[in-house]
Structure formats: C-alpha cells, structure tokens
C-alpha cells in the first residue's frame, strides 16, 4: 500500500478487500489526494446505505442508486440533504468506482446508467444519467463593498460600527486578507490559489492598470492545463506584506524550533530554470538530485519544496500556519466558516437570529464564490469597460465580440474554462438575463473618469438579480427563498 490509499472497513470491522483493489487501483491513484479523500468519504456513505439494505456494494442495482440519490437531494425525513454540486460529485465517485468494478470483472454491470451529451466542440461524450444542474442557491455571489465588508468584520475583527474589536487577536489576519483579496480579484479556486509558490506571486503589472498578470500550473487546475490570470495589484501588495511580516515570523519560528529538520519529505530546491517550460531541480534528505517540469508537480508536491535561506531551509510554499508549515488548500474552508459565524454575530440582532431564515443581515462567503463573484464583476466590467473606452454602437458591439470575443468569453478564459457554455449555464446563468446595457446606461460617471468601484451600478444589478449579495440599510434579499 501506498501513503493515501483508501481503506474501506464494514461494519462488522472487516477489511473489504475488493474495495481496498480500488484504493490502491492506477485509477483512484490517478486523482488528485483531496480528490481521493473526497471520494472516499463519499463511496463510504453510499456502502453504509446500502449495508442497512441488506445488499453488498456489488449487487447494487439502478435502483438502489436512484432510491439513494432521491434520499440524498430530496426525502423530508433526512435531517442532511445535499445539494445539486455535491450530488454531482458523490456521483463522479461511483461512477468511477462502478466503472473500475466492471472493468475488473466483479460486476457485470454499472448501476450508475450513463447518457450522451454535447461537448461543446461538436463531440459527444458519457454522462451519469443522474447529474443535476447547478441551482441559484449552488452560487454565491456578494458585490465589492460587500467582499469590503465580511473581511472587515470576518477577519480583520471590525465591529458594525467599524473599529477595532477589543481585545481581537489579529493572528494570521494578513494572510487570511491577503488570500481573499487574491481569490476574488483573480478567480482562482481553492487549490490554485492556496498552492501557489513565493516565486509565482505576480509581480508584472499591466502597464499603468489595476492588475498583474500570473501563471497558474497545470497540475494543480482541474483541466490540467497552465493559463495566465490576472490579480489586484492591492492583492499583490498584502501578499507582499504579508510575507515580509507574520510569515517571516512564522518561519524563523519554525527553524528556531527545528520544525523543519524533522521533515523526512523536504525537497530542497537547487534552481528553477527559466523559459516557457520552466523546470525544478532539489535533492531529497538523502542528496538525490531530481529534475519535474514545475507544471507537473501536484499541489501536495509543491508543499514540499524548500529553498536554502539566511538562517537555513525555508518553505516555497506561499501561505503558511502559524507554525510555519505550509497551510493546505482545503484548510481555507475553516477561514471563510469562522468569518461567516463572526460576521453573523455582528451584524445580526440576536432578537432576529433563526426567526426569519428569508431575511439576511450578514453577508456568507465561500472560497467558491470568490470565483464566482469574480466573474460576475469582471462580466459587468468589460461591459462597461467596452462602453466606456470605444463608445460601441450595439453594431459596432456586436462586430467587435466576431473579432474580439464578447465579455462572456474573456470571463471563460479568466475561469479556465473549456468552453463558453459553461461559463454561461453554470456560472452566470442567474444574471444572463438582465438587460446590462440599460443598467449601465444608468452610470452617473463621466465617460472620462477612471474606472470607478461600481458600487452604485452593482446596487442595481443586485435588486434585479436573485442571490446577489450586497449592502443596503442591511442584507436583504429580493425575494423569499434565498438561503441565508
């Protein structure tokens, strides 16, 4: 066995060694280790269902699978129902298991039953027939100021009235500022951002604009694929504090303690070749020189690169712990979890708290929905950007979206995305329908000042819009339904 390998045990504390095959198969190999984990977890809780049925996970029929899915999304007796993005991936991880059992002999069919879809590229390809489409209530959008907001009470301790609270630790709040400004500003998800390293923090400003442009690796993208994006220069100026400041702290804390001595995996960097293809060469603890491509290397692999510093080894890995360890991609979910409570608790009036659930004060925050946030602003930018700077026609519009793309596909570039499609269906398709140009036709600015906050023209976008967060007299949604 190897260090991630899944181990499934029933309940009667037996190992089940058709299923351990899987874990340590080329397939569940093959995924990225928080997909592993992921998956597990979920082929557990299906193997725990059906176990209570009397049936073993490989005389599982279709309709064990739907009767599992319908408890899942939809059955009023389950205290924990998921949502349509968590189905999807429950699903993934059957499909995947199901798939290696059939190939393998052990069952002669899948119970997960497949459908042919559209690919966007004039292909077909194989789908679970029981995927669900995203909802608005999958999407979380919040406008600027109130991004502004949640991290200013979320995770620098500002009370409503906006000082500081008292006695508020302030312990890693740069860098917890510093990941939010970056994720919102670029749109990078979660293992993206919260993989990158010292030396790939942007540093080439766009001519005299408002951001730098980056470089995300391959292996760390869910398409495989490196692409540029693009940040804040205000997020590239916390980040630079913030390394100057409590991670430089953390990290002569770390060496002090000899955290770093104790680490039998570290992989001390030699150099990082330039050029389009750059590459990374270490020695492991034992001297062994190597030579990976830097787009090869997974995020798990990255967090084990170091480089010799003035007081001795020292992490590449950009976010750290508080004790000088790198600080893993899905740990940023326990960040925005304690903001979300914090901000609850300030700005919600406990006489109000679980009264009303349609009736929301304080803004919630995912990792995700910085991405999805930032597509929505970037989609109402370069629309106004297009406006603003070549004063379009909708002929000439329309001509320049034939020769140049319209705003949709640069937002799918900036996402990653593999085709425009998805970026419209699963991304924005809850504000597709709002007439933009009207709205920013509404814009008081002068034609000749610089690209303002927006904060107005999102007020607008926002009161016609479902699931759109933004700030009023307080958070109040449009219409009833909305999920606090």
């Known amino acids: 066995m190897q260090e991630g390998d899944a181990v499934f045990v029933g309940p009667d504390f037996r190992v089940d060694p058709l299923l351990c095959r899987f874990g340590q198969s080329s397939v569940f190999r093959g995924y990225e280790r928080e997909t592993r984990r992921n998956y597990a977890t979920d082929i557990a809780l299906l193997l725990t269902s059906l176990s209570a049925r009397g049936r073993y996970w490989t005389d599982a029929s279709e309709k064990d699978l739907k009767d599992y899915g ?136 766009l001519g005299n604009s408002r951001y730098c442009r980056g470089r995300v690796s391959g292996a760390v993208t869910r398409s495989k694929a490196s692409r540029t994006f693009y940040c804040s220069t ?104 304690t903001a979300n409570q914090r901000c609850r608790a300030a700005l919600e009036p406990i006489a109000d708290q679980r009264r009303d659930p349609h009736r929301v004060y304080s803004p919630y925050a995912t990792v995700h929905g910085a991405r999805h946030s930032m597509a929505l602003f970037m989609l109402v930018v370069l629309n106004s950007l297009l406006d603003r700077r070549f004063g379009l026609s909708p002929k000439e519009r329309r001509d320049f979206a034939l020769l140049y793309g319209d705003p949709w596909h640069l937002v799918q570039g900036l996402l990653g995305h593999a085709t425009r499609q998805i970026t419209v269906e699963t991304y924005l398709a809850p504000v597709r329908h709002l007439q933009l140009e009207a709205l920013l036709a509404e814009a008081d600015e002068p034609l000749s000042a610089p690209l303002p906050d927006l904060d107005g023209l999102f007020t607008r976008v926002a009161r016609e819009a479902d699931g759109i967060q933004d700030i009023d007299a307080r958070l109040t949604p449009r219409q009833r339904g909305v999920a606090s």
């Not at 993206?192 to 400003?205: C, D, I």
Request: glycine content about 10%; overall charge positive; proline content about 7%.
């Open 70 to 205: 319908a408890w899942r999304l939809d059955a009023p007796a389950n205290p924990a129902r998921v949502g349509n993005s968590k189905w999807n991936r429950e699903l993934a991880a059957f499909t995947a298991l199901y798939k290696w059992a059939k190939g393998q002999g052990y069952v002669a069919a899948s119970p997960v039953t497949m459908r042919q879809v559209t690919d966007g590229r004039g292909g077909t390809r194989e789908v679970p027939d029981g995927l669900k489409k995203p909802t608005a209530s999958d999407m979380h959008w919040l406008t600027p100021r109130t991004w502004r907001l949640w991290t200013d009470i979320g995770l620098r301790g500002h009370t409503r009235g906006g000082e500081a609270e008292p006695g508020w630790p302030g312990r890693l709040e740069d860098r917890n500022t510093a990941f939010v400004r970056l994720a919102v500003s670029s749109g990078l998800r979660r293992q993206e951002g919260g993989s990158l390293l010292t030396f790939e923090v942007p540093t080439a400003r």
């Open 234 to 337: 205000e997020a590239v100026r916390d980040i630079e504090s913030y390394v100057e400041s409590s991670r430089a702290w953390a990290v002569r804390k770390a060496q002090a303690r000899g955290r770093y001595d104790q680490l039998t995996d570290m992989r001390l960097v030699t150099e990082v070749a330039p050029g389009l293809k750059r590459k990374v060469r270490w020695r492991d603890r034992e001297g062994v020189l190597f030579e990976r491509p830097l787009d090869s290397l997974t995020w798990w692999e990255r967090s084990t690169l170091f480089t010799e510093g003035p007081d001795g080894p020292e992490p590449l890995w950009l976010w750290l712990n508080e004790a000088g360890l790198p600080f893993q991609p899905h740990s940023w979910e326990a960040v925005f979890r």
